[in-house]
């Protein structure tokens, strides 16, 4: 059974930025031809995608969020993580990660981050 788990800080402070880890079990994420993605919820708002990396180490951003967003891997943890700079408010949200290749499945449980002084 596949499962991913998202991990980082809760608190962000406007300006810095914004780490997260995938920590995915059950599956390689350098195997297979699956992509994997960060997604996010803003409070009252629906699902909005950041970004992937493919199993080739292929990265494809969302246009909007392209100028700040790095995904990568860390091969040794069978983890990938993202990286959001330059933080506003805006930026608060429940962060997911999910696997995908057609559809997004599974998904982790999502983590909250919030973006305050």
């Known amino acids: 059974q596949v499962q991913l788990q998202e991990s980082g800080p809760g608190l962000v402070t406007p300006s810095q930025t914004l780490s997260l880890i995938c920590t995915v079990s059950?599956?390689?994420?350098?195997?297979?031809?699956?992509?994997w993605n960060w997604i996010r919820q803003p409070p009252g708002k629906g699902l909005e995608w950041i970004g992937y990396i493919a199993t080739s180490g292929r990265t494809y951003y969302s246009p909007s969020l392209k100028s700040r967003t790095s995904i990568s891997w860390d091969t040794s943890k069978n983890s990938f993580t993202l990286q959001l700079s330059s933080v506003t408010p805006e930026d608060t949200a429940v962060y997911y990660c999910?696997?995908?290749?057609?559809?997004?499945?599974?998904w982790g449980q999502g983590t909250q981050v919030t973006v305050s002084s």
């Open positions: 999910a696997r995908s290749l057609g559809q997004f499945d599974p």
């Open positions: 059950g599956d390689s994420i350098t195997t297979n031809r699956y992509y």
